[in-house]
């Protein structure tokens, strides 16, 4: 009678993940909502905010067309704004879907799902894994979608693209929606009320996406400012990103940097919240 | 010889440092019985029912499910354990089938397995043909079979169901508890229940432990417990706010008077022929009896003796009120 049930510690991940992405895929509204949304940030913000045109119809006439396009190229590594600003997007879908990754476990505690799952012999830490799964999968399928739309769109690929640079790219967008979801997890593990994780969200999605490299480049930012943007992950990611996908020079040590920051921001974080569960999911 | 399957030794679990949620609770539980907590809201019953299966490490003392210590052996336990929780715990936004099937994977029961219980303990609730359809268009009585149904995929040795039948009506409850009997037949296990509801008590479990204020009181048959009150109880009122209860002690036959609030409590032998005698008496001083009533033992008067009041409405705290509104909100929806 025992001897059918699994000795895999890692046993009903696949389960939990799945029965979180099943709320997404088949709830036809949020599903769609969840495309949607992307697409049109891509469209209205990266087609409204158009440095390119912006620079080039209010150009003195004493100076010269190809001198704007060098500053752009110089201030953004690219000429194309647009597909400057199509990969912060990535990193900015990533950061807006796992950031509310932590309030199905807030639900789950007060819904007492939770506390059946914690009576079966599931491991906690595969409790933790399935929501960070399921939020990196989410997110990596949106983030796709924004690279379809942006290329759709004009997304001109840097000369030194090709394949390998799209498996790189989605190494560290995987890195980053592991990061980033097990940090808001972690602030949410023992949380009762979503009231306050609401709260968290809000206080730390704008700094997190401002002060990072996602919009403007940190070289025009103050001192202090280009501080904080060197320690948040979402600049070392879409730094990367734009790195092997879109900048016309490759500056390898700065992407062997990006991919080293990467995988240790993500291991301490999913580490840190795997300890975390253990500790607090038990009352 | 009969097995203890469950015992306990001076559980205690205390939250935040001063709040006493069980106090040294002690009890066993054989093999093959359906044994029952009975209590009001907060009295402990949930935080021992969560200490049993491994939700929560007890503060002090120790108990073993199954020969399995329940904070260092708690996979084992968990293993073979189900647990019917007090709330309703199935995903709502999944059918009935997935959400059985769900508990199977956590379980890690192979699929081919899986299935195939699935099917078979969905017929055992009658849920058959609703297994298709969302949790979320489930009854309260649909929502608690299909908990039950979920609590019993790992074949467990042990069922443990908190408040089985919280916030369903009468005939919803009932029929909940044919199905608990019929499981308890099929499948041969062992039951632990808590419940607030003296009825389901009575006609449930083979033993009862009452338990207010995190503390055991007594435990026994439901039967014991009855006729360990020794008799008949006459409660009546009186037109004066005096206290009489020795006047009323000194007549023949009354073994006990308690007066609670404005209510005189009188246990004796054979209530019928002794309420004559005592209104008779009183008149007899010049007292008038405003009120009377004769009562013969139920688990109701058992709970009044041993906390000296009705159940009480309190709970446990903000949490476990905002779950059991949300209970409550959830079994009223047809």
Redesign the interface.
């Known amino acids: ?2 001897e ?5 510690p890692l ?2 991940l ?3 993940t799945h ?1 979180e992405l ?2 997404w895929y ?2 036809p509204i949020v599903f769609l909502v969840s495309i949607i949304q992307p697409i049109f940030w891509m469209g209205l913000f990266g087609k409204a905010m158009n440095i390119n045109a912006i620079i080039a119809n209010n150009l003195p006439p004493n100076i010269p067309r190809w001198l704007a396009e060098q500053i752009i190229k110089q201030t953004f590594g690219t000429s194309d704004y647009f597909s400057y600003m199509a990969i912060g997007m990535l990193s900015f879908v990533t950061l807006f879907t796992t950031m509310f990754s932590g309030m199905s476990i807030i639900w789950d505690r ?4 939770l ?8 491991a906690r830490s595969v409790i933790i894994f399935s929501k960070i799964f399921s939020a990196t999968i989410r997110s990596l399928v949106q983030a796709s979608i924004i690279l379809i739309f942006a290329i759709l769109l004009g997304l001109k690929f840097g000369p030194n693209f090709t394949p390998i640079s799209l498996l790189g790219a989605y190494i560290i967008l995987f890195m980053l929606c592991i990061g980033l979801s097990s940090l808001f997890l972690m602030l949410a593990i023992r949380s ?1 009320r979503w009231e306050h994780q609401m709260a968290i969200v809000n206080l730390l999605n704008l700094p997190l996406m401002f002060t990072s490299n996602a919009l403007f480049p940190t070289t025009t930012m103050p001192e202090w400012l280009r501080a904080i943007s060197n320690i948040n992950p979402i600049t070392y990611a879409t730094d990367a990103i734009r790195q092997l996908l879109i900048f016309e020079t490759l500056n390898a040590n700065q992407l062997m940097l990006d991919f080293i920051y990467m995988s240790i921001f993500s291991t301490i974080v999913a580490l840190i919240s795997i300890i975390l569960s253990w500790k607090y999911l ?2 | 010889m009969v097995e203890s399957i469950i015992k306990a030794k001076d559980l205690t679990k205390v939250f935040n440092g001063y709040l006493i949620a069980a106090d040294h609770v002690s009890f066993e539980v054989n093999e093959g019985e359906i044994f029952g907590f009975l209590g009001p809201n907060g009295a402990g019953k949930t935080t021992t029912i969560n200490m049993l299966t491994t939700i929560l490490k007890p503060t002090k003392g120790f108990a073993t499910v199954c020969g399995h210590d329940i904070v260092k052996e708690a996979s084992m336990v968990r293993r073979k354990i189900g647990v019917v929780p007090q709330e309703y715990t199935t995903d709502e936004d999944l059918t009935g089938y997935e959400n059985i099937i769900l508990c199977a994977d956590l379980y890690g029961i192979p699929r081919e397995i899986s299935k195939k219980r699935a099917i078979e303990l969905l017929e055992l609730v009658k849920l058959t043909e609703f297994k298709d359809k969302k949790v979320e268009t489930y009854s309260g009585g649909m929502r608690r079979r299909l908990e039950l149904a979920c609590g019993l995929i790992n074949r467990p040795r042990v069922l443990f169901l908190d408040e089985p039948t919280l916030g369903l009506d009468v005939q919803t409850r009932t029929s909940i508890w044919e199905y608990i009997k019929l499981l308890k037949e099929e499948y041969g296990m062992t039951l632990f229940m808590t419940t607030h509801y003296l009825e389901e008590a009575d006609a449930l479990c083979n033993r009862v432990a009452i338990i207010d204020h995190g503390k055991i009181l007594t435990i026994g048959s439901p039967e014991e417990l009855k006729s360990s009150l020794g008799g008949d109880i006459i409660t009546l009122s009186i037109n004066e706010n005096k206290d009489i209860s020795s006047f009323i002690e000194k007549i023949e036959n009354v073994k006990e008077v308690k007066r609670i609030k404005d209510e005189y409590r009188i246990k004796v032998k054979d209530g019928e022929l002794i309420a004559p005698i005592i209104i008779e008496s009183l008149r007899n001083n010049g007292i008038k009896v405003t009120k009377l009533s004769l009562i013969k033992p139920s688990l109701n008067e058992v709970y009044l003796e041993y906390t000296g009041r009705s159940m009480r409405d309190q709970e446990e705290s903000v949490e476990a009120f905002r779950a059991h509104r949300i209970t409550l909100r959830r079994a009223r929806k047809i």
């Open positions: 009678m025992k059918e049930i699994s000795r895999n046993h009903g696949w389960a939990l029965r099943k709320k088949k709830e007060r819904l007492g799902f506390d059946k799952v914690l009576s079966t012999p599931v009762t038990s009352k």
